[in-house]
């Protein structure tokens, strides 16, 4: 499955490239490309969030074959929830990740921020391929509230769920 | 096996929040329904159904209160938590008195809801596994064998009328008639039958143990009381207390348990410490208490106390007509038991069966054709494999015992055909007939 990141705004030098670079088997970097945040529509001044749901409403149409995954400096809200790390609709072939949550004690090691936000991504990537979360605690598709909770996992799918991938189990979109 | 996926229905006016919560509880494998309203809410869960119900406090039309109230008579089982405002937070509090199983206030952290969630839906996998044990328990709950007439008729409409209610219970019999069977079929008819049925055998200890095994001891209490020991009346609390044999219950025992009926309350032997008991006595006996309390023997205050309702178990003498019933069923359980494939009796054996005047009760005919089973070669139980159908008739058995066994077996022989047996008896028809209600000879 090709993977297409879409830059929102300003990012950090590198850190989308290296993402798409990490990304594990059977998951295929594609391409990469920049993008205004949507902040007229899903920007909250209030809040200082961006509104998930209206992102993903807002991304481009997977072309066949392919994910979008948008990434993301803004923290991200999906009401009532009060913050997510990243959201997709289940088989939807789109998600976004925020990784303005996901700095949290880094002591600014570019390598950590693009570790936990290549695994977020490979996350809701999952999602959009009609993953669900996963019990096993180091599979990229195991649900994790705390960025230091990331660190735990790894960065790529568990036996189990590439194997629900592989079997068409899960949408394709 | 796959378990069901647990079924949530967000309920929300804001098309946002409900989209929200949907994509992030399907991420955990969650099945979700959606609705807008009150309304909309309760018709889904009338099609659908819902095992958790998250719903906003503040909707219009219906809101978030009455629909607790709606669903709690739609899904009762179903776990209903509110999503709140700061500013609504006492209707929140007054939504958890209404039966809400929790409630969390907006906006709300990712990890708080899915906490609550995943402990709300594992309280729904307790409460079907609860659900299910329960029915598994009713589904074996004991019942009478009976052709459904006659004395043992009233027998089992007496145990529907009193079941229900918590009065005390004496049932009378014969040994062996089934009365421990009765007061199982008491209590598993009772509000109380999810709590324990506690049997002592009264008759069969001394007075000093028989105390023991009641109320319990304490550590210490007398030589031998190693650990202390809770009796079988403080393990009847909230169930059913079952005493046999309380005919034989010394005076001094009858004394305590009649405290305890009244106080409600018991102290171990060797305690000094108070304990609150709440339990239903069902009693049994083989003996007349009444001529028990004439003659001094039994305490007219405890037999009132206890005596407040009485069912008598006929003898299965009185009650011919369920002894091919209740040969069948032992049968088939010992076959099953066993794993021995018996088809049935043959007319011979039958007839014996109904002719013997079963001085046992049901526990010997029981034992009876446990033992037929065991012994059977064939494919059909034969009257040769019962010991009776050899052995002489007693002596005391009286010309009206004789000339109804021999009625009962010869209707048994032909199929309780009146006709056919008044024939082989070398009487008219009504005079057979005057001679099977003399005798409380009915057709199975």
Redesign the interface.
């Known amino acids: 499955m090709k993977v297409r990141i879409v830059v929102l705004g300003a990012a950090p030098p590198g850190l989308a490239a290296a993402v798409l670079a990490s990304l594990p088997s059977p998951l295929v970097a594609a391409a990469m490309e920049r993008r205004k945040t949507p902040e007229a529509t899903c920007y909250s001044r209030r809040r200082g969030q961006l ?3 209206c992102v993903l409403d807002n991304l481009p149409a997977p072309a066949e074959g392919e994910v979008v995954a948008a990434v993301t400096a803004i923290d991200l ?8 790390f990243g ?4 088989g939807s072939r789109r998600s976004v990740v925020s990784w303005s949550r996901l700095v949290v004690a880094t002591g600014e090691d570019p390598a950590l921020l693009t570790r936990r936000l290549t695994t977020e991504v490979v996350h809701e990537v999952g ?1 959009g391929l009609g993953l ?2 996963c019990p096993v605690p180091d599979c990229a598709m195991h ?1 994790s ?2 960025a230091e909770a990331v660190d735990l996992k790894k960065p790529s799918y568990c036996v189990l769920c590439q194997q629900s991938l592989a079997s068409h189990r899960v949408s394709q979109g | 096996m796959t378990m069901a996926p647990v079924r949530i229905l967000v309920v929300d006016d804001e098309q946002h929040v409900r989209q929200s919560l949907a994509a992030w509880f399907r991420e955990d494998g969650y099945e979700v329904n959606v609705a807008a309203g009150g309304r909309e809410a309760l018709a889904t869960l009338a099609r659908d159904g819902a095992d958790i119900l998250l719903v906003d406090i503040k909707m219009p039309g219906m809101d978030g209160l009455e629909l607790l109230r709606k669903a709690r008579e739609l899904a009762p089982d179903a776990t209903v938590i509110i999503m709140t405002a700061y500013a609504s937070v006492e209707t929140a509090v007054q939504a958890l008195k209404d039966g809400a199983y929790d409630y969390v206030v907006k906006p709300f952290d990712p990890d708080a809801v899915s906490g609550l969630v995943r402990k709300a839906a594992e309280r729904y996998a307790l409460l079907k596994e609860n659900r299910a044990l329960r029915e598994r328990l009713e589904s074996a709950a004991p019942a009478l064998i009976t052709a459904g007439q006659g004395r043992m008729r009233e027998v089992q409409e007496l145990v529907e009328r009193v079941a229900p209610t918590d009065t005390s219970v004496v049932i009378t019999g014969e040994s062996g008639t089934g009365k421990e069977l009765v007061a199982r079929l008491l209590h598993a008819h009772s509000s109380r039958r999810f709590g324990p049925f506690a049997v002592v055998n009264c008759g069969a200890l001394a007075e000093g143990l028989l105390e023991a095994e009641l109320f319990g001891h304490e550590r210490g209490a007398f030589t031998g009381a190693v650990a202390r020991h809770r009796g079988k009346v403080e393990l009847a609390h909230e169930g059913t207390l079952f005493l046999d044999e309380i005919g034989d219950v010394p005076a001094k025992v009858q004394v305590s348990l009649l405290r305890v009926l009244q106080e409600k309350t018991l102290m171990r032997v060797g305690g000094n410490t108070s304990i609150t008991v709440d339990f239903r006595l069902v009693t049994a006996t083989h003996r007349d208490l009444e001529a028990e309390v004439s003659s001094g023997r039994f305490r007219e205050d405890f037999f009132f106390r206890i005596n407040v309702f009485h069912i008598h178990v006929p003898a299965l003498r009185e009650r011919s007509e369920d002894v091919p019933l209740l040969a069948e069923h032992f049968l088939s359980q010992f076959a099953r038991q066993m794993n021995r494939r018996i088809d049935g009796f043959t007319s011979d054996a039958i007839a014996a069966l109904c002719a013997y005047p079963w001085p046992g009760n049901v526990r010997e005919l029981q034992n009876a054709i446990e033992r037929a089973v065991v012994m059977c070669r064939a494919n059909r139980i034969e009257a040769s494999l019962f010991p009776f159908a050899h052995a002489p008739a007693p002596e005391d058995l009286s010309i009206d015992a004789m000339e109804a066994a021999h009625i009962r077996k010869v209707l048994a022989s032909c199929g309780f055909n009146v006709t056919q047996a008044a024939g082989l008896l070398a009487i008219d028809r009504v005079t057979l007939y005057n001679k099977m209600k003399k005798y409380g000879i009915e057709r199975p």
């Not at chain 1, 809200?77 to 997510?84: E, N, Q, R, S």
């Open positions: 509104d998930a749901l809200f999906a009401p009532p929830l009060a913050y997510v959201l997709s609709v289940l999602h669900i979360h649900r509230f705390w």
